[in-house]
Nanobody
Framework: QVQLVESGGGLVQPGGSLRLSCAAS????????MGWYRQAPGKQRDMVAT???????NYADSVKGRFTISRDNSKNTVYLQMNSLRPEDTADYYC??????????????WGQGTQVSVSS
């Protein structure tokens, strides 16, 4: 079994910062892409940022220049540094990993989500 465990969410004022972490554990042969997605109440889940195993990144237009995704392959962990937070960033944030549990078995896993609230 594979688990993705997120941490770092919370309540922050507009303009503030938060850093999310997501650690993958369990039967892991190799992790390919990792990413962060978010879902606000009543809305669909949208991509926030993704990162390949080689470090190439992709961001939603709404977070470019404010959020930074990174990963530590030695720890099977992905991070999301969120700066200049806005009320519209309020959502549940989910970690995602495309990984192989063996040389041939590939699946996408999701974390349980962590809540981010931006409010004064």
């Amino acid at each position: 079994q594979v688990q993705l465990v997120e941490s770092g969410g919370g309540l922050v004022q507009p303009g503030g910062s938060l850093r999310l972490s997501c650690a993958a554990s369990g039967r892991i042969f190799r992790i390919n892409d990792m990413g962060w997605y978010r879902q606000a109440p009543g809305k669909q889940r949208d991509m926030v940022a993704t990162i390949t195993s080689g470090g190439s990144t992709n961001y939603a237009d709404s977070v470019k220049g404010r959020f930074t995704i990174s990963r530590d392959n030695s720890k099977n962990t992905v991070y999301l540094q969120m700066n200049s937070l806005r009320p519209e960033d309020t959502a549940d944030y989910y970690c995602n990993a495309d990984l192989l549990t063996t040389q041939t078995i590939r699946r996408t896993y999701w974390g349980q989500g962590t809540q981010v609230s931006v409010s004064s």
